[in-house]
């Protein structure tokens, strides 16, 4: 079985695509509790904490799905219940990666190879915060360069860099937005320093391989990526059954919407928006009636979408269905917790396309 490392982990979309393709995640690194609790909840993974300098520690907690509250490491209850929701099959009962949740910073390549155990990392995938590149961002560095060299957030991309020369994997793909071709020149002559002299930004579309919402990211990475496309699926076919499914559905409860926006909600069209909030080049806007004939607009973990025919919000479940989650992924913590991790994942439909690329130059 190939073997795969996730840094910047998130809740597991860019995972999950590599898990379902065969892959193995050994190690997942994420600073955000939550999200790294929906990591070991999907890959049957074990949470750890860093001490001092080579010492972690096995975290014990309590975490919550909904109404459901389980514990790390899991009783004998959760197993019973993640298997019976389909979590726990017979893909993840095989799997145990090690979910360090702290900040990458901190993290010694010599730490993850611990916990590796002599095993090979084949890949290197995950995906920087885009905050410093992103153009929905009106504080992002004006100069380019210091994006990537002096803003906290943008630096993180030289972590991932940091770990890929390290631990030199045979491939490695890292996710951003487009903003990020901005510094290409420096990020190949990062990457050149560490020994990766072939370095391609690889841009596509989430909707071409089947992703109910639109998603333009960058993925950079020492090989050529160029899926198979596929037929996107619009609002309704991707969300429509879940009217009638109730709240047996893992994170389908409802959030309400904001006080100023109840009264006049039922006048709001397909793809109307409530309010628009200024990017650095570009006015976005949120609290969008969704056309049910067409596919969603991007999903982001501060935008919400209102459903087509219903005078609500979509569910986290709901918006995890336009990143082509399937339902037995989960996420752990409270509603806008949630609707964060989902936002700035890697759609499962995207991901898988990836995987099997990565697949397929690895034989």
Same mark, same amino acid.
């Given at each position: 079985?190939?073997?795969?490392?996730?840094?910047?982990?998130?809740?597991?979309?860019?995972?999950?695509?590599?898990?379902?393709?065969?892959?193995?995640?050994?190690? #997942?690194?994420?600073?955000? /509790?939550? +999200?790294?609790?929906?990591? #070991?909840?999907?890959?049957?993974?074990?949470?750890?904490?860093?001490?001092?300098?080579? /010492? @972690?520690?096995?975290? !014990?907690?309590?975490?919550?799905?909904?109404?459901?509250?389980?514990?790390?490491?899991?009783?004998?209850?959760?197993?019973?219940?993640?298997?019976?929701?389909?979590?726990?099959?017979?893909?993840?009962?095989?799997?145990?990666?090690?979910?360090?949740?702290?900040?990458?910073?901190?993290?010694?390549?010599? /730490?993850?190879?611990?916990?590796?155990?002599?095993?090979?990392?084949?890949?290197?995938?995950?995906?920087?915060?885009?905050?410093?590149?992103?153009?929905?961002?009106?504080?992002? !560095?004006?100069?380019? $360069?210091?994006?990537? =060299?002096?803003?906290?957030?943008?630096?993180?991309?030289?972590?991932?860099?940091?770990?890929?020369?390290?631990?030199?994997?045979?491939?490695?793909? &890292?996710?951003?937005?487009?903003?990020?071709?901005?510094?290409?020149? !420096? *990020?190949?002559?990062?990457?050149?320093?560490?020994?990766?002299?072939?370095?391609?930004?690889?841009?596509?579309? +989430?909707?071409?391989?089947?992703?109910?919402?639109?998603?333009?990211?960058?993925?950079?990475?020492?090989?050529?990526?160029?899926?198979?496309?596929?037929?996107?699926?619009?609002?309704?076919?991707?969300?429509?059954?879940?009217?009638?499914?109730?709240?047996?559905?893992?994170?389908?409860?409802?959030?309400?919407?904001?006080?100023?926006?109840?009264?006049?909600?039922?006048?709001?069209?397909?793809?109307?928006? @409530?309010? =628009?909030?200024?990017?650095?080049?570009?006015?976005?806007?949120?609290?969008?009636?969704?056309?049910?004939?067409?596919? +969603? !607009?991007?999903? &982001?973990?501060?935008?919400?979408?209102?459903?087509? $025919?219903?005078?609500?919000?979509?569910? %986290?479940?709901?918006?995890?269905?336009? &990143?082509?989650? %399937?339902?037995?992924?989960?996420? #752990?913590?409270? *509603?806008?917790?949630?609707?964060?991790?989902?936002? /700035?994942?890697?759609?499962?439909?995207?991901?898988?396309?990836?995987?099997?690329?990565?697949?397929?130059?690895?034989?």
């Amino acid at each position: 079985m190939l073997k795969f490392i996730d840094l910047f982990c998130g809740c597991g979309g860019f995972s999950r695509g590599f898990v379902e393709e065969g892959f193995e995640p050994l190690v #997942a690194i994420e600073l955000n /509790e939550d +999200a790294a609790f929906s990591y #070991a909840l999907n890959f049957n993974g074990k949470i750890y904490e860093k001490i001092r300098p080579g /010492e @972690f520690k096995l975290r !014990e907690l309590k975490g919550y799905v909904g109404i459901y509250s389980f514990k790390f490491p899991f009783e004998e209850e959760d197993i019973k219940w993640l298997k019976n929701l389909g979590t726990l099959n017979e893909k993840t009962e095989k799997l145990s990666p090690v979910v360090i949740n702290d900040d990458i910073r901190e993290i010694h390549a010599l /730490e993850i190879e611990k916990f590796c155990k002599n095993k090979k990392v084949d890949v290197i995938i995950g995906g920087p915060p885009c905050e410093g590149y992103t153009g929905a961002n009106p504080k992002r !560095e004006k100069n380019p $360069y210091d994006r990537l =060299y002096k803003d906290e957030t943008g630096r993180l991309v030289l972590e991932y860099i940091r770990i890929v020369g390290d631990l030199q994997p045979k491939i490695f793909v &890292m996710e951003n937005v487009p903003g990020i071709k901005e510094v290409r020149g !420096e *990020i190949i002559k990062e990457f050149r320093e560490i020994g990766y002299e072939d370095v391609y930004f690889n841009t596509l579309r +989430a909707e071409d391989y089947g992703n109910p919402s639109v998603r333009r990211r960058v993925f950079v990475s020492n090989i050529e990526i160029n899926p198979e496309k596929t037929q996107p699926k619009t609002v309704i076919e991707a969300i429509g059954d879940l009217m009638y499914k109730g709240r047996d559905v893992p994170n389908h409860e409802f959030a309400a919407l904001p006080a100023r926006f109840r009264r006049r909600v039922h006048r709001l069209g397909w793809g109307d928006a @409530f309010i =628009y909030f200024k990017g650095a080049n570009r006015r976005l806007g949120n609290y969008i009636r969704l056309h049910p004939l067409k596919l +969603a !607009e991007t999903v &982001m973990g501060k935008r919400f979408f209102i459903h087509p $025919y219903e005078d609500r919000l979509l569910t %986290p479940r709901e918006q995890a269905r336009l &990143m082509s989650y %399937p339902d037995y992924h989960l996420f #752990a913590g409270g *509603i806008r917790s949630c609707y964060n991790q989902i936002g /700035e994942s890697v759609p499962v439909a995207l991901s898988r396309a990836i995987a099997k690329v990565v697949k397929e130059n690895l034989r």
